[in-house]
């Protein structure tokens, strides 16, 4: 049997994707250079004796954190209510953001698997995509005055704040999730007839099941985080406390509800972790 | 369902721009019913030749015909129902992983079940029996609640073809079914196959490497090598020469005179006369 | 029959404290008007004025700016109610921990920081007289910074974090009583004259004799009662005179030339 | 060939499986119980929310956005503004990456046999990173770094990195096996097995999953502004705050702008990676 | 390198807790440079006997030992040379999505590269050369830099086994390597990954399916059968008896008398006789 013995033709001696390469490699550092410039980045500055000197002294009053049971009790409230604004805020979003991210993932398009989508889908899609964009580029700030203006001072707008922003992140992540992972199974099932649906269901979401929860998680974990703008329009909350706590320089407070904040993360974070081994 | 393809061309479309097609002015008619083994050398655009059939990949060129119909010219709705009437079981089984056999199997179905049904059979599947039953006539029925990537490779593929006897479909594109099994379940497996499609009428078109299981098993063979037809003939008039030179390597063809016999024949134990019948 | 009254103020100061000194206030107007009064603290400025103009609160306590904008966003119709004598005559005060300050002109090329955008006195009326005396935030000083709240500039400035800041005078005030800051290190360079400030607000639309309910509750509260004397003492007035929407014409020009309005 | 059926039923339904849905169920409930127990506790106005007086006045709200200030000196002001947040978000994000990527592998459990003994500290690292929120990161910095863009961008980096940190090293975790068992199988050191076989299949995930935060990255940067960072954030809240309408809608659809901008590269990258 | 299963038994990580180990007391001795085939049904416990080989499984039950060393025992940093030495090919092409063949290729030279060459290679092919040559062998050269994904499946394979040449292994496990090629390069592929296994003096452990194949070149047959040994005989010894045991079906056992000789030999065309040499 012949095999290399035959030299039919020798080996190339330069790989043609290197010039390519090199290119975008340079253009990359010519782009980072006004980057840095612009955001003055000397951060060498941090650890000028003065510097350290007022960093240390902020984060010594750390120490001890602020444990007076009024304070305490006034926390555990603002806790509840901040988890209970974030999972509502989340569970509103999510009515938003399951339809707009199946709409929006190529893969789950009948119409793509010839190639190129069709055009109805494509512009379907694409205002779906652009309703996402525009959900999720407006701070909660301005949805929360906006609802302000109908529901009056209190949870209802922040709720619906965090609904609005978080529902196009969502659908914007889980369209991603959708489309980055293994999609072999979707569209061999598509392929055989299957409806969209059917085919999300039986090929997409076991593979990605547990991206999408863990991510589910981690906005809710945000949700609590950003409850600084649920202070704006009177809802209260941990995060309004923080950003007060902040201002003020009172560093026992703010130690006691960063240690609250991480605690509710840990908590996030072993139920995302239980939920991928349940899926996964 | 019935085949026509004429003079058509498909490239793929992640194809470098300078490269040629993978199928080149292709004419293939098949009747429906009818059973064809499409054979040829590694890259002669086999899976490819399926994926068109499938309506996975529209042709460049030329014009592809199921029953008379042009697929990519039927509104899109009419195309998914057309599609579901096809079933294409690629190379690698497409299963998603953490699912159980039970429903990788039942998702064969799919295309005639309601959403709603669908969905119900996601809790609990809906008709046990008939996956057992597929998967009993390819010898797995054993492995029915096992999760898919807990199986073995040939298992894995046998969990994919039992997913064509779910199919509604009327014509079957099997890509290289028997690629992972052993000698005794290949033969089950692809005796099952064609009996299933014998039972149900349906046109059956497989790409296979065991040259022997398809002289053996298929009454039409189709030769492919570079995306042309080498030749298309019933099992019978295929001859040795013909599966050397469908075979034969590339620098051959180039440098030295077409490969003897013995190179392809050499495949198969020595005492072995093969191919000839 | 409406069965709550509500009531929202601008967060010139953290929630927390703005709802301990409404508290007893509060409860006060519960027993005069005879319906629940429920006090909703924002920090944002912006979300008072739009609840009190789409008359989703009845009652706001605004500064002169606040009340200026709610007018004009409302097309005249919210109507100031009562003000703090205090308010007739209120200033602004500049502080700074860099003793190289010593009058506005210094301020050139330095970190600032005044309250929030929306403050009368932590912004507007600091802002009004800085132009006067020649000087643009925007240009001539380094960076302008807004803390949010003139509590927060008092910690903004004591932290090193800005060199200088515009604040309430009442607040400093209570922050020299109270002995948070230390005057040793932040000290005050310029103090403004003085301008009509904060008043309580109502929408146009709340009926004739509640309005005249509530403006007789906050006229009547005086020192001599022990109730009346926490009030004040928390809301730090004297006591409370009427006042018009006419007294803050001035406020609205100085907004208009400073184009913040 | 004769079909071999089998004498037995096979299939009674076998347990672990159920087991587990089972354990799910419980979650479902307890999770439905949580959700229902937040509406009820927030005592939301849902009334008011669905009337046609309540869509008028969203719409007047709306309505005063037009039409947007495109005053020559405004749009400079605006473009000024967004360039910086630009750059504190991108510097940000890509400090984040680089930490991130460091990070993730000690953080990911590689393989069944993985003792990971470094997952543990890794992990608590990164949810103490972003336990902080970015405003909280900001405030601090602030304080050493004066104020300016510096703090914002390094903020914005900390917090990053403890998420990106926790994405990458659970997309790590997910890949599938097969090709890093091959390598490892060979005795290839963790580092070199991530790079050769994990990477080329995580890398459109991990790319889209940094395009995002830089997105949302540009989101904070504008929240930040509120702190003294500058950029698009101070003047959306400055206009807001005064009720600019025009001007706020010109800085709004800057900042729509932007995120449309990460969201097209992101898809763009996305199917130039996975074509 | 030398391999000494002792009543070794195996099991996946993730089975069932009742279920049987996939490998259950194997008995197994493999002088260096020896070629041996394993053959067996699906299921069997082939591949599972190749990880437990490569040391990606650790033993249940029983001793494992690579030239005399038990891996298991060995300090990780030893384990980890060991496995240098060692070179498994998986049943499935383990190539990640968007990685170049070049780049595929030249991985299995990473146990001999320094942390900073392979860092380099990434950026620049270390040894574009050896690549071309290994991938040669397999005709393959023409697809050098194009990405994996965008191949056939049998291209895939044969850059899997391109690997092999490339790395510096002593023992070869090589799973099921001609699944998905056809008979000419099938017949290559193990004539190259034999010549190359004997020019190094490697030991290689193969899977097959292909039981004339296996029978052709390989010295040394091992059946595989539920875990344990059917057989371990010269090639020359396995007769048909032997072959139709070890594949016979399950329920067969169970209900019926051992297969008859035609249920074997169905699988090749049926005038040819079968694995009778
Ligand atoms: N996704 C793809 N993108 C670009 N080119 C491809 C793609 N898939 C296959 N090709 C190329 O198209 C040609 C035909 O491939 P095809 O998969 O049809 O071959 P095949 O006959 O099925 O081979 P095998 O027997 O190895 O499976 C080959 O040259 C291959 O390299
Ligand atoms: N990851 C896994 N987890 C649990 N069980 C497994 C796993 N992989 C394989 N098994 C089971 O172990 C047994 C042996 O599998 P193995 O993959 O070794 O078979 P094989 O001989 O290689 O078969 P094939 O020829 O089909 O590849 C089978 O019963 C299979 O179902
Ligand atoms: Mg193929
Ligand atoms: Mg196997
Ligand atoms: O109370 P102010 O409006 O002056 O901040």
């Known amino acids: 049997m012949t095999t290399a013995a035959l030299p039919a033709h020798t080996a190339p001696t330069r790989d043609p994707a290197w010039l390519p390469r ?133 949870p209802t707008a922040g709720v619906l704040a965090i609904a609005l922003t978080y529902g196009g992140m ?78 003020m320089f009172n560093g026992g407070e703010v130690a006691t509800m960063l240690l609250v904040f991480m605690a509710l993360v840990a908590l996030a974070d072993r139920v995302s972790a239980w939920l991928r081994k349940v899926l996964g | 369902m019935k085949i026509e393809l004429n003079a058509a061309s498909a490239r793929h479309p992640a194809a470098r721009p300078g490269a040629a097609p993978a199928i080149r002015g292709l004419e293939l008619q098949v009747a429906a019913g009818e059973h064809v083994a499409v054979i040829g050398p590694s890259g002669a655009g086999k899976t490819t030749l399926l994926q068109l059939l499938a309506c996975a990949l529209p042709p460049g060129a030329g014009g ?80 029915l609640f096992e999760r898919v990537d807990r199986l073995s490779g040939g298992e894995r593929q046998r969990v994919g073809l039992a997913r064509a ?38 046109t059956l078109v497989a790409t296979l490497h065991q040259v022997d299981v398809a002289l053996a098993h298929f009454p039409r063979i189709v030769g492919l090598r570079d995306g042309a037809i080498a030749f298309d003939l019933p099992a019978a008039q295929v001859g040795r020469e013909r599966l050397a030179a469908l075979y034969a390597q590339h620098e051959h063809e ?24 | 029959q409406q069965t709550v009254f509500r009531v929202t103020a601008i967060p010139d100061e953290s929630p927390t404290e703005l709802a301990r000194k409404a508290a007893p206030l509060m409860k006060y107007l519960e027993a005069k008007l005879g319906m629940k009064v429920e006090f909703t603290p924002v920090t944002d400025y912006a979300a008072s004025v739009e609840a009190l103009v789409n008359k989703k609160v009845d009652l706001a306590w605004f500064g002169g700016f606040t009340f200026v904008q709610a007018s004009v966003r409302s097309g005249g119709k919210v109507i100031p109610l009562v003000q703090r004598e205090e308010d007739e005559k209120f200033k602004s005060v500049f502080i700074t921990s860099d003793p190289a300050i010593k009058a506005l002109a210094d301020l050139k090329g330095k970190d600032v920081s005044f309250g929030s955008q929306s403050s009368t006195s932590g912004h507007l009326m600091p802002r009004s007289f800085l132009l006067q005396a020649g000087l643009n935030p925007e240009k001539d000083f380094r960076r302008v910074a807004f803390s949010g709240a003139h509590d927060a500039t008092i910690a903004a400035v004591a932290s090193g974090k800005v060199q200088a800041g515009a604040l309430n005078i009442s607040v400093w005030d209570k922050f020299v009583a109270d002995k948070k800051v230390d005057t040793e290190k932040v000290k005050v360079f310029y103090t403004t004259p003085p301008y009509y400030d904060y008043n309580w607000t109502v929408h146009a639309d709340m009926p004739a ?5 509530l403006a007789d509750a906050f006229l009547s509260l005086s020192k001599a009662t022990p109730e009346g004397k926490e009030i004040l003492e928390l809301q730090r007035a004297t006591k409370f005179v009427p006042t018009k929407a006419e007294n803050y014409k001035g406020i609205e020009a100085a907004a208009r030339s400073a184009e913040l309005l | 060939m004769k079909q071999p059926r089998a004498a037995n039923e096979v299939y009674r339904l076998p347990p672990p499986i159920f087991d587990a849905r089972c354990k799910a169920c419980w979650f479902t409930v307890g999770l439905l119980m949580l959700v229902v127990a937040s509406f009820w506790s927030l005592d939301l106005q849902w009334a008011q929310f669905f009337s046609a007086e309540a869509a008028a006045s969203m719409g007047r709200f709306v309505g005063e956005f037009f039409p947007p200030d495109t005053s020559p000196a405004f749009l400079h002001k605006v473009a000024v503004a967004a360039w910086e947040t630009l750059a504190m978000s991108a510097v940000g994000t890509l400090l984040a990456a680089i930490a991130g990527l460091a990070l993730a592998l000690p953080a990911a459990r590689l393989h069944a046999g993985d003792a990971a003994r470094t997952r543990a500290p890794t992990r608590l690292l990164l949810n103490a990173l972003r336990s902080v929120p970015e405003l909280v990161w900001a405030a601090l910095l602030l304080i050493s770094a004066g104020l300016g863009p510096l703090a914002g961008t390094l903020a914005l980096a900390l917090h990053t990195s403890g998420v990106l940190g926790r994405l990458f090293a659970e997309a790590v975790e997910n890949a599938p096996p097969g090709p890093a068992e091959a390598l490892r199988a060979q005795g290839v050191g963790h580092g070199r097995v991530f790079l050769y076989a994990t990477l080329p299949q995580v890398l459109p995930q991990l790319m889209s999953y940094t395009l995002y935060r830089w997105e949302n990255n540009i989101r904070a940067a504008a929240v930040l502004g509120v702190v003294g960072a500058g950029g698009l954030g101070q003047l959306l809240a400055f206009h807001m705050g005064l009720f600019h309408m025009p001007k706020t809608a010109t800085v709004l659809g800057a900042m729509l702008l932007l995120v449309a901008i990460v969201d097209a590269a992101s898809l763009g990258a996305r199917r130039w990676m996975t074509r």
């Open chain 1, 22 to 154: 090199l290119f975008w490699a340079g253009a990359c550092l010519v782009l980072l250079w006004p980057l840095l410039v612009a955001t003055e980045f000397r951060p060498w500055v941090m650890f000028e004796k003065q510097s350290l000197k007022v960093s240390g002294q902020f984060i010594a009053s750390f120490f001890p954190p602020a444990h007076s049971a009024e304070f305490l009790t006034m926390v555990l409230k603002e806790t509840w209510r901040t988890v209970a604004m974030a999972t509502a805020g989340v569970a509103l979003a999510l009515l938003i953001a399951v339809p707009l991210a199946l709409l929006s993932t190529r893969v789950l398009s009948v119409s793509a698997l010839s190639g190129r989508m069709a055009r109805g889908p494509f512009w379907l899609r694409q205002l779906a995509r652009w309703l996402l964009i525009v959900l999720r580029s407006i701070p909660e700030l301005v949805w929360a005055l906006v609802f302000v203006r109908v529901v009056g001072l209190g």
């Open chain 1, 170 to 247: 969502l659908g914007k992540v889980y369209g991603e999730i959708l489309e980055s992972g293994e999609t072999h199974a979707t569209e061999a099932l598509l392929r055989n007839g299957a409806g969209r649906l059917q085919a999300f269901f039986y090929g997409l979401l076991p593979a990605s099941a547990a991206e999408l929860t863990s991510y589910t998680v981690y906005r809710w974990e945000c949700a609590i985080r950003s409850s600084v703008i649920l202070g704006f329009v009177g809802a209260g909350g941990l995060g309004q406390q923080m950003d007060n706590s902040m201002k």
């Open chain 2, 64 to 143: 592809l015909q199921l029953d008379g119909q042009s697929p990519w010219q039927l509104p899109r709705a009419e195309l998914q129902r057309l599609r579901g009437r096809l079933f294409l079981a690629p190379q690698v089984p497409p299963l998603p992983p953490r699912q159980r056999v039970v429903t990788a199997v039942l998702a064969g179905r799919l295309p005639a079940m309601g959403t709603w049904q669908s969905l119900r059979s996601l809790f609990y599947p809906a008709d046990i029996p008939a996956a057992f039953e597929a998967l009993d006539r390819f010898d797995l029925a054993d492995k």
């Open chain 2, 165 to 202: 006897l779910l199919s509604p479909a009327s014509l079957w594109l099997i890509d290289e079914p028997l690629s992972a099994l052993d000698p005794t379940r290949a033969s089950q497996a692809i005796d099952t196959l064609l009996t299933a499609a014998r039972e149900r009428g349906a």
């Open chain 2, 254 to 277: 180039l440098t030295g005179p077409a490969p003897s016999l013995e190179d392809v024949a050499s495949v198969a134990p020595q005492p072995v006369v093969m191919h000839c019948r």
């Open chain 3, 209 to 213: 004799a509640t309005r005249q309910k």
